[in-house]
């Protein structure tokens, strides 16, 4: 797996931007730690996504890519998925829920998407991708139970450790279970005994409970400001959740907007909600983790400032 | 001079943050130019002023540091003032007109200046100010209007020439003229023939107007977005300004809220409005500037998320 990481990131590199680590004095000062913040918020459409989306293309056959992907999401993997697509010149069909935002439609358009709308259930937009995949022959790939996907999340990871390979722990948010996934192989292969912990809105707290459980649990409820956090873990990432994270931190509403609000106040960066969600998690825990050496990966920064959660 | 900008931003490197600058491919393609951006907004209390601040302070004599610095503003230069002088032990005492928001006043108390209100007038602070400087025996710095400012607010260029000696023009906001005069001697005495303009709202063109009519012209109207462009031109900077600066673009209200609407959603960065202004005036005048090498000085990055212009 170590050299497959390797080469994944060999193989994504000349598509995606070797984000920026930031500090914050600030935070740092108030935690009573050392943190490190990934700006996967500054990465090419806007999210970390965009690593996993080149990965899984890349690793197409010829024939593969002349046929296209296709992947139902009408979030940041969408978006990345059309865009990634369309540097490597391959046909990328979205299906996405018709009751979705028009904001995110067109960011798929803009990207180079074909955008196929479809009725809002998880049932048929899985319905609506396989009957594309049969129409088209085109490759469906997940935007998080894939192990491509996940290698490519991995990235993020890697490219920390590059830096700071003596990081005691590192906070992802976790939805779709890829990003904690990714996160994990890279802190297991390229770390040196990190501990690697997901944070999660209470509203949609299927990965915790299905690390409690020992076997994947649904959502009960998705009322979350943390859109991209409202996916169900898979049975490809949750092995590898089960075996590398020992601990999810769940986080209340009003705990992921007050983080929120400290990264744009303070490090004057624009975070999704989800992003937040792992520094809600450092700050609500914060007594475990004083002294220790932190990292935080902001998963991305796609948020419609027409609809903002402050007040 | 050159000898003094040199020594200046030498003595000011320990308490100041070497900003990064940024690009963006997408506003880069919009536009047609090379486009680089000194993010200021990430400087140490979240604007440029924090280089005046420690450059006026670190110029006083042991004397004149022990019984402190008074100024009035209820903008970036009084938190800039408050925290330069708890950097370095002396007393800050800043004069907030009384209707000024809370948000203003507590941000100057958490970086430890003394807030001293007065009646909401420009006399009444200068008056107010005045009498602290009688009574205290304090040095008076003012915020744009005073060469120790002006040669601390040039540093930001001074970096950007360090690393692109060959930009062709450079535009930055003007409002009180302090960053258009330091940023012009940056040019003038680090660059290769840069054209330096000045970007101005509309609402508050008195440096379009002075540089007009060859004198110091004052506001009719300050009814903009950006804040902290409401000031007017002094007798210190004008005659730097008049020297150095051929052109001033005027945006209105809407390109300013265009530009920062660009900015954060393509760069995920947080401007204010007065920063944005730069952004606005290349969008308006952008055949001019095709195919040329373009630095923008964004300004800062405090704004008041419970009241954003995005809608």
């Not at 290698?151 to 279970?177: C, K, Q, S, W, Y």
């Amino acid at each position: 797996m170590r050299e497959l990481l390797l080469e994944c990131h060999e193989r994504i590199k000349p598509f995606i931007h070797k984000t920026p680590i930031m500090e914050s004095g600030m935070i740092e000062n108030f935690l009573g730690n050392d943190l490190y913040f990934k700006c996967e918020n500054f990465q090419r459409m806007g999210a970390f996504k965009m690593r996993a989306a080149v990965n899984a293309i890349t690793q197409l056959t010829d024939e593969q890519r002349t046929k296209g992907v296709v992947t139902h999401s009408s979030g940041n993997f969408a978006q990345a998925l059309a865009l990634a697509a369309r540097d490597l010149g391959v046909p990328a069909y979205i299906v996405v829920p018709s009751d979705a935002p028009e904001v995110k439609k067109n960011a798929i358009l803009r990207y180079g998407g074909e955008v196929i709308e479809c009725f809002p259930s998880l049932d048929a937009r899985m319905r609506t991708a396989n009957e594309i995949v049969e129409e088209k022959g085109v490759t469906f790939i997940h935007p998080s139970n894939d192990l491509r996907v996940i290698r490519g999340n991995a990235t993020a990871a890697m490219e920390m450790l590059e830096i700071h390979p003596d990081l005691d722990i590192l906070i992802v948010p976790v939805g779709g279970g890829g990003l904690l996934a990714g996160t994990a192989l890279a802190a297991h292969y390229f770390g040196a005994n990190i501990e690697v912990i997901g944070a999660e809105p209470l509203e949609a707290d299927d990965a915790y409970r299905s690390l409690l459980s020992g076997k994947i649990e649904g959502n009960i409820t998705t009322d979350t400001i943390a859109d991209g956090l409202k996916t169900q873990l898979g049975d490809v990432n949750f092995p590898i959740i089960q075996e590398h994270v020992k601990r999810i931190i769940l986080v209340r509403e009003n705990e992921i907007v007050s983080a929120m609000r400290l990264i744009w106040e303070r490090m004057k960066i624009i975070v999704e909600p989800s992003s937040a969600v792992a520094l809600a998690a450092l700050i609500k825990e914060r007594q475990d983790f004083e002294g220790k050496k932190i990292g935080i990966i902001l998963s991305g920064g796609n948020v419609d400032l027409n609809n903002l959660p402050f007040e």
